[in-house]
C-alpha cells in the first residue's frame, strides 16, 4: 500500500555534500519526492519533532547540532515506504549500521547520523503535519 513518510536529511549530510548521493539513493530505489524543502529550524521545531527525546541526556547536543545549520526536509510516497526508508537508512548508529545503508555508508558516528525517518505511521502522520502542514 502507498504511503508516505517524513525525512530529514540533517545539517552534516548537508554540510558534507551529501544530499544528493541520498537523494538518488531514494529516487533509484523508486520512490517518489513529493515535497521537499530546505531550511534552518529554530528550537521549537527541534523540540516538538524530538519530543520523545526532549529529556535525555543526549537532547541539548542532538538540539545544538539539528538546529545548527540547513537540512533538507523531504516527504516520501512509495509502497511501504516507512518500512522500506528505515531499512534504507539503517540503524542509528553509523557504526553498527550494516553496509549498502545510508548510514552503513557514508556515517560514523551515532548522533550525527545524515538521515531521520519516521518510525510508525503514526510518527509519519505527527510529523508530516508538523513540517509539511496541510500537504
Ligand atoms: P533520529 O533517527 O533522528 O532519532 C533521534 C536522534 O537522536 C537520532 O537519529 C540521533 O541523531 C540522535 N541520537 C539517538 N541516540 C543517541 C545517543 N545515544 N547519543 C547521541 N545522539 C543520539
Known sequence: MSERTLVLIKPDAVRRGLVGEILARYERKG????????RTIDPTLSDAHYAEHV???FYPALREFVTGGPL???????????????????A???RKAAPG????????????NLVHASDSPEAAK?????WFPGL
Open 31 to 38: 520512490l517518489t519526492i513529493v515535497a521537499m524543502d530546505q
Open 55 to 57: 529529556e535525555k541526556p
Open 72 to 90: 533538507v526536509a523531504l516527504v516520501l510516497d512509495g509502497d511501504q515506504a516507512i518500512d522500506v526508508v528505515r531499512a534504507m537508512n539503517g
Open 92 to 94: 542509528t548508529d553509523g
Open 101 to 112: 545503508t545510508i548510514r552503513g555508508d557514508l556515517s560514523l558516528s551515532n548522533s550525527e
Open 126 to 130: 505527527r510529523e508530516l503535519d508538523l
